[in-house]
């Protein structure tokens, strides 16, 4: 991290921003650049997705306090504004359509998901001939 200051953190490329197995407490907005979502299983990685300016990541942990399910690393040079339960809900008193917008980007991420999820049912149908 390059940066830190009231208008957020700066990270360089390459750099973890959070990473899975931690337990986070806030979650991030993208103020400018690119952030890449990967998972660790086996020591392989996969890509779960890349977020871009005005996107969210790390919400999960603002909802259920859990470790974190993924790293996120910048892809490129990425400031990102970190949010926490408190102030999020402060955001939400004074705009309550941010909680609308929130919660269609999550609809959208579990769509995507539910595709991805066909299509890999489907994949392996294709390989095994079940």
Not at 12 to 20: L, N, P, Y
Not at 36 to 49: G, H, P, S
Not at 54 to 59: A, M, N, S, V
Not at 107 to 118: A, F, K, N, P
């Amino acid at each position: 991290m390059t940066e830190n200051n009231a208008l957020g953190m700066t990270f360089r490329d390459g750099e973890v921003i959070i990473r899975q197995g931690d337990t986070g407490d806030c979650m991030y907005v993208i103020q400018e650049g690119h952030v890449e979502v990967v998972v660790k299983m086996n020591e392989i990685e996969t890509v779960l997705a890349v977020r871009n300016q005005g996107d969210f990541f790390g919400e999960m942990a603002i909802f259920n306090r859990e470790i974190r399910m993924a790293t996120v690393r910048a892809l490129g040079e990425v400031r990102v504004l970190s949010v926490d339960k408190r102030n999020l809900m402060r955001r939400i008193h004074e705009d309550p359509s941010l909680a609308y917008r929130i919660i269609l980007a999550l609809s959208q991420r579990i769509r995507e998901l539910s595709d991805e999820v066909v299509r890999l049912d489907h994949k392996l149908l294709d390989l095994t001939g079940y």
